[in-house]
């Protein structure tokens, strides 16, 4: 069979990690999820959590050099050799740079981009929402996907909080670093012919059926 190899794109609130869930599920891919490795990092303290997490709070980028090694290390290790997931990473043009030559280096590449747009209206409506638990990290929104018992997960009853940067001024500094600094990889992927567009204005449902059909389609083209 051949191997997926896809990331996510798409502003803060998207959906990317809430898509990441089911497409791992449909396509028993490898999820690397950089927000959730660098805030696993931060809450173990390591190295680097430590350089991390100042930029995390202020809704900045964690600069290229601390994170792509991180991430590379991720995509080139054998749990991914078969494919993977990237959500939240490349989210700059030199980090797309480094993945597509650790691809090359692999003698493999990319399947798609699968980007998912949003206004930034929702952005800001979804990330105010948004609720995450502190044991299993599965995200929730207050209005769009409550739980089923009020700031609990339903999973294991583990307690769910807001992010630290999904307070709205640092939500609206977010939005203004994914339109400088990774706005620009849409174009970057197009001009590859990698980008698969996907409108994230619709329900998640419909959303994960549109991606999915596009993946089964690429998997497809890809075999004959
Ligand atoms: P969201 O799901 O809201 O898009 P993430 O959980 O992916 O946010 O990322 C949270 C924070 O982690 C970012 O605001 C940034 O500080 C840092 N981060 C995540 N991915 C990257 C990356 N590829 N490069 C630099 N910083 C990153
Ligand atoms: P990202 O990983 O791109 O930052 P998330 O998957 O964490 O985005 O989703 C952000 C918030 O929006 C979450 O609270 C989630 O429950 C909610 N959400 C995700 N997809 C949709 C959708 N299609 N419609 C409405 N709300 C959504």
Redesign the pocket.
């Known amino acids: 069979m051949s191997e997926l190899n896809l990331i996510l794109l ?5 959906g ?2 809430t898509q990441a869930e089911r497409l791992t599920d449909d396509f028993n891919l490898p999820y690397i ?7 696993a990092a931060v809450q173990e303290g390591t190295e680097l959590g430590r350089q ?1 997490q100042g ?10 050099e ?2 792509i090694g991180v ?1 590379l290390e991720a995509v080139e290790g054998p749990a991914a050799r078969d494919g993977f997931l990237l ?6 043009t030199g ?1 797309a740079d480094a993945l597509g030559e650790g691809l090359e280096r692999l003698e493999r590449r990319l399947t798609a981009a699968l980007l998912i747009d949003v206004p930034d209206e929702d952005v800001v409506r979804r ?1 105010s929402g ?1 609720r995450v638990s502190v044991k299993t990290g599965r995200v929730y929104h207050v209005e769009f996907d409550p739980p089923k018992h009020e700031g609990r997960c339903d999973v294991d009853g583990s307690r769910l909080v807001q ?1 630290d ?2 307070k709205p001024e ?1 939500v609206r500094h ?1 939005l203004e ?2 339109r400088t600094s990774t706005l620009p990889l849409v174009a970057y992927y197009e001009e590859r012919g990698s980008l698969r567009r996907f409108d994230g204005t619709r329900s998640p449902t419909e959303v994960h059926d549109h991606i999915r059909a596009t993946i089964a389609t690429l998997r497809l083209e890809d075999e004959l």
């Open positions: 798409g502003p803060p609130g998207a990317k990690g999820a950089t927000g959730n490795i660098l805030r991390a930029f995390m709070t202020a809704g900045e980028l964690v600069p290229d601390v994170i991430i959500d939240g990473f490349p989210r700059s980090q990330l948004r992010r940067d999904d640092t977010r670093v994914y």
